[in-house]
């Protein structure tokens, strides 16, 4: 319904809602009332410098230098030639005429330095002929002895002859009887100054140094002197000054103007512009841009200098507004109200007014004359009037109106309870309240949720909370009455809840004061608890805002009664003030837990009974069972006794419920009887303290005992542990010790091995080339003697064969006689007597008789003649000596 009546609206009125690409993201650019730099309306393209006005200049007419400031024989010169007065017209022309030559020759205007060349003494004729006519009336020599005027380097003199002022620069000068004389206090004048203007003289010498400019008035006619010297001897020559370019943003001379404009800066300035059309001639606003800027015009005038980045500008008729991104300028055109958007607006316009600057995105909502322009983001609600009709607007976008009949009101959170303009509102009623609304004055009860209405007859009263809640229970006078009704009726507001926020009250006297059935008078502290279950019942029968009083007062009341009705000593019996629900209500209440009787004195409060966290400690909170005891105690009694009073009799007639009474605590409130029960109760106290003492001083000897033990425990251990840590600490630094130097001790051993194997392999290497070496000499005497034992060989076989021959032809003949046969015999035996008796070191003399069989018996003649006799007999003696001659024969071979 409210989406159906804004679209309604929109197309009623002069609204464009462009849609965002995102939630969050508007496009500014597509506001259609924000005009933007190339506006038709706009003069984007006024003139910012001066070449359409009248006596516009590229440069100024400095007026160059006439003489060399490098030597002054040049400026005594340009004196003498300057008291002819036809001499200045002769360089005016001169100058004239090269000006002219060169224009002809090129279409580009000549520079001025050029005019320098008519003052060269080399190179223009003009200036020798002028020199050349000023000898002539001169009246000084020059002396090349001693004698005459003496001027000093750099420094020139000055004389009269017939009324004009000549000059001679550094020598000796005589002047001609009868004609000159030398001018007093113009000798030796040092050329070295910006100003020479002697007295007695019409000299002025004027030096404008670099980065100046010289004004002078020469005849009336004002003159611009550019850098370096300038001489004049007519007497018609005025200096006003001296003027540095950086000294000032602006200067004049007469009609000459010169304007620079720094970076960052415009220049406010009127000239005169002549119409192309007509012809007239109308003084004219101009914004010049950075430069330089020249013109020669009387009317011309500077205002001054601005900031180029000023947010606006103004000079005449001409408006600059510069607008950052994401703002607005508010102007007014020709009786129109204009927004100009990003960028730089040009306007040249008489009816123009600038009222300031607005930011689309930090200002909810932009008013501009009829222009309204306003950011509708998620979340939130527009409230404004469209024809006098009200009209709310919830769907995010940017919004334009252009309307005298539209009127922009506020923002409202759409999430607020309550959001109103004129008979249009959004009710929105949370869970655990109702909305109060009057329908053509019949009451009409709002559930919970959002609720539309639309109806000049459909007022909305205020919002009725249904949750529990408590109030204090404390007595008032009429006056502390009447003072809280007109308080609570002055900050009544509509919109509001329509409960108070509470009565006033001093919390240190929140205390019931009632009186016991013996007369005592007593304070108690309690609270009630209740809800509203039937809001139409509540707001017909009593008006809402008198409800927490009307709960109060009953309550005071009925608990009054009930304490009137009960003595002091039921009251003090329970020391457990709690309240159990009984079955007749079947009310949903929770025990109160433990409190203390407190007994007060004036400012004094002392305690009566154990302390609260002892007393939880040693009462643990009584649970709700199903059966009550049999003897309730008091504060359970007024419980149900109140309860049962109230709960029924409000629940029917207002629709509220009760729900609970809590009793905090109570005290005496006559200060005799509560002094003399707190002394009963010191007393009592004191005796309780003397037996906790005593448990307390056993606690602490015996936990003292306990400490010391435990001291002595850690003490042990800590030395074990240290005595510990530094065994193990000596035992590392030995093993590291012995570590270390066993690593040395390898590193040693290596290194002395490595040593040991590089000496072995050189001594190795040099035995192994050694060895061969000598390998090769012993193979090759190897190779001799195996061939001078191969020679001698074959010479001792030879030489044995030709024996072996002879022996064997010798023993052939000694064989064929018995003769040689002994000879042969005995040869034989003879030499087996050498062979065996060699090597025989001792001899030993034995009987031959005894030791004949002995194989240690030496061979003798007998023997040998037994055995010969021997093998006689046998007959083998031949054949023996046969068998010996095969075997040396052999043995030869």
């Known amino acids: 319904m409210a989406s159906d009546a804004v679209d309604k609206e929109l197309h009623t009125s002069l609204l464009v809602l462009p849609v965002p690409k995102s939630e969050d993201a508007f496009e ?16 984007n393209c006024l003139p910012d410098t001066l070449e359409d006005c009248e006596g516009f200049l590229k440069n100024l007419p400095l007026k160059q230098p006439n003489v060399d400031q490098r030597n002054p024989q040049t400026i005594a010169d340009m004196i003498n030639i300057l008291t002819d007065p036809d001499a200045t017209e002769v360089f005016e022309r001169a100058i004239e005429d090269q000006r002219n030559q060169q224009h002809k020759s090129d279409e580009c205007p000549p520079p001025q330095n050029n005019e320098c060349n008519i003052f060269d003494y080399h190179s223009s004729d003009v200036m020798i002929e002028q020199l050349t006519t000023s000898k002539e009336y001169a009246s000084h020599i020059k002396l090349c002895c001693n004698f005459g005027w003496a001027v000093r380097p750099g420094c020139i003199s000055l004389y009269n002859k017939d009324g004009k002022t000549y000059a001679v620069s550094e020598g000796r000068w005589m002047l001609v009887p009868l004609r000159g004389n030398w001018i007093r206090d113009c000798w030796n004048i040092n050329v070295n100054q910006d100003i020479i203007q002697p007295v007695g003289s019409q000299v002025l010498i004027v030096r404008v140094l670099a980065d100046e400019v010289g004004l002078v008035m020469e005849q009336g006619t004002e003159i611009l002197l ?6 004049y001897n007519s007497g018609t020559v005025h200096l006003r000054l001296k003027h540095k370019y950086a000294d000032s943003e602006f200067f004049s001379h007469g009609p ?16 005169e512009v002549t119409s192309s059309s007509d012809g007239m001639s109308s003084l004219v606003p101009r914004l010049l841009k950075e430069g330089e800027h020249y013109i020669k015009s009387i009317l011309f005038k500077y205002v001054g200098s601005v900031d180029a980045s000023d947010q606006y500008i103004n000079h005449g008729s001409v408006h600059v507004i510069s607008v950052p991104k994401g703002h607005v300028a508010k102007v007014f055109h020709d009786q129109k109200a204009r927004l100009l958007g990003e960028g730089i607006h040009t306007i040249e316009s008489l009816q123009f007014e600038y009222v300031g600057m607005d930011s689309i995105i930090s200002s909810p909502c932009i008013k501009h004359g009829t222009i309204t322009i306003f950011k509708v983001t998620k979340g939130e609600v527009a409230l404004a009037w469209n024809k006098n009709k009200p009209l709310f607007i919830d769907q995010p976008g940017m919004y334009e109106f252009d309307s005298v009949d539209f009127r922009f009101v506020r923002l409202d959170d759409s999430a607020a309870r309550l959001i109103c303009l004129g008979s249009k509102k959004i009710i929105q009623v949370y869970t655990g309240e109702v909305g109060i609304t009057y329908k053509q004055g019949e009451l009409c009860i709002l559930d919970n949720g959002r609720h539309d209405i639309d109806s000049n007859t459909h007022t909305f009263e205020c919002f009725l909370s249904t949750k529990q809640r408590s109030i204090r229970l404390f007595t008032l006078n009429a006056n502390d009455r009447m003072n809280n009704q007109s308080q609570q009726g002055n900050e009544k507001d509509k919109g509001a809840s329509c409960r108070k926020t509470g009565t006033l009250y001093d919390e240190s006297i929140d205390f019931i004061i009632c009186e016991t059935k013996d007369l005592v008078k007593i304070g108690m502290r309690a609270d009630v608890f209740y809800s509203i279950t039937d809001p139409e019942k509540c707001i017909r029968n009593i008006d809402v805002a008198e409800l927490d009083d009307l709960v109060r007062e009953t309550a005071v009341a009925t608990l009054t009664n009930i304490i009137r009705s009960t003595a002091l000593n039921q009251i003090a019996q329970s020391e457990h003030i709690s309240a159990l629900d009984s079955g ?185 080339k050694a060895a061969e070496a000598e390998a090769e000499a012993m193979k090759i005497a190897t190779k001799a003697e195996a061939d001078a034992v191969l020679m001698k060989a074959d010479a001792e076989a030879k030489a044995i064969s030709m024996k072996a021959a002879a022996e064997s032809e010798r023993a052939q003949v000694l064989s064929r006689t018995e003769l040689g046969q002994q000879e042969c015999l005995l040869g034989i035996y003879s030499d087996m007597v050498k062979q065996s008796n060699s090597g025989v070191e ?52």
């Open 226 to 231: 550019d850098v370096g010297t300038h001489v």
């Open 28 to 43: 500014f650019n597509q506001l259609k009332l924000v005009e933007k730099p190339d506006s038709p309306l706009n003069s």
């Open 584 to 768: 007749k209500c079947n009310l949903n209440k929770e025990p109160l837990g433990s409190q203390e009787l407190t007994l007060a004195t004036g400012n004094e409060k002392r305690s009566g009974f154990k302390k609260s966290e002892e007393f939880k400690s040693a009462h643990p909170p009584v649970q709700n069972k199903p059966s009550a005891p049999s003897a309730p105690m008091f504060f359970e009694k007024a419980h149900d006794l109140f309860m049962n009073k109230l709960h029924d009799d409000f629940k029917q007639r207002y629709g509220v419920d009760i729900v609970n009474i809590r009793i905090e605590s109570f005290k005496i409130m006559d200060s005799e009887l509560a002094y003399q029960i707190s002394k009963q109760a010191l007393t009592t106290a004191q005796v309780e303290n003397e037996l906790a003492n005593l448990d307390g001083q056993s606690l602490i000897l015996t936990q003292k005992e306990r400490t010391t033990a435990e001291v002595q425990n850690i003490n042990a251990t800590a030395e074990a542990s240290a005595l510990k840590t530094k065994l193990d600490a000596e035992n590392q630094r030995k093993i590291e010790a012995a570590q270390a130097e066993a690593e040395a001790l390898k590193i040693a051993r290596r290194a002395k091995a490595e040593a040991e194997s590089e000496t072995i392999v050189a001594k190795a290497r040099a035995e192994a």
């Open 256 to 271: 000459y103007n010169y304007v620079r404009v720094q970076r960052g800066k415009l220049a406010k300035v009127w000239a």
């Open 842 to 893: 001792k001899i030993v003399y034995m009987d031959s008789s005894v030791n004949r069989q002995s194989p240690f018996a030496l061979g003798c003649l007998d023997n040998l003649n037994r055995d010969l006799h021997s093998l006689s007999q046998m007959g083998i003696a031949s054949k023996g000596l046969e068998c010996i001659g095969e075997v040396n024969q052999s043995l030869d071979e």
